[in-house]
């Protein structure tokens, strides 16, 4: 069975600095891509980050890119995402989520992998 744990949220302020980790188990994740997501309050779900687990690349939304780095640890079978220079808009629930063999380029939808977390809150004040 498919697990995904996230950890690492809490409350920060503007400027600040947190990193959210997603702990995977279950399966063999070599040849998966591990993609984060977040939710606002009254918001759609946004893509965030994702990362292709076999060659490392990774794939930014605007929002995010030169903030946000995603990476990934094979021993520990577990997907970071640091985040810096934080801005109240990035408050939200962020969830990690998986699909495997993906064909090119980074899958951005939600309803585009196959198993998700729950979700850890992350919240910036102003």
């Known amino acids: 069975q498919v697990q995904l744990v996230e950890s690492g949220g809490g409350l920060v302020q503007t400027g600040g600095s947190l990193r959210l980790s997603c702990a995977a188990s279950?399966?063999?994740?070599?040849?998966?891509?591990m993609g984060w997501f977040r939710q606002a309050p009254g918001k759609e779900r946004e893509f965030v980050a994702a990362?292709?687990?076999?060659?490392?690349?990774?794939y930014y939304a605007d929002s995010v890119k030169g903030r946000f780095t995603i990476s990934r640890d094979n021993a520990k079978v577990t997907v970071y995402l640091q985040m810096n220079s934080l801005k109240p808009e990035d408050t939200a629930v962020y969830s990690c989520?998986?699909?495997?063999?993906?064909?090119?380029?980074?899958?951005?939808?939600?309803?585009?992998?196959?198993?998700w977390g729950q979700g850890t809150q992350v919240t910036v004040s102003s």
């Open positions: 279950g399966r063999t994740f070599s040849s998966s891509t």
């Open positions: 990362i292709r687990w076999s060659t490392g690349s990774t």
């Open positions: 989520a998986v699909v495997w063999n993906y064909g090119l380029g980074s899958p951005k939808r939600w309803g585009e992998y196959d198993y």
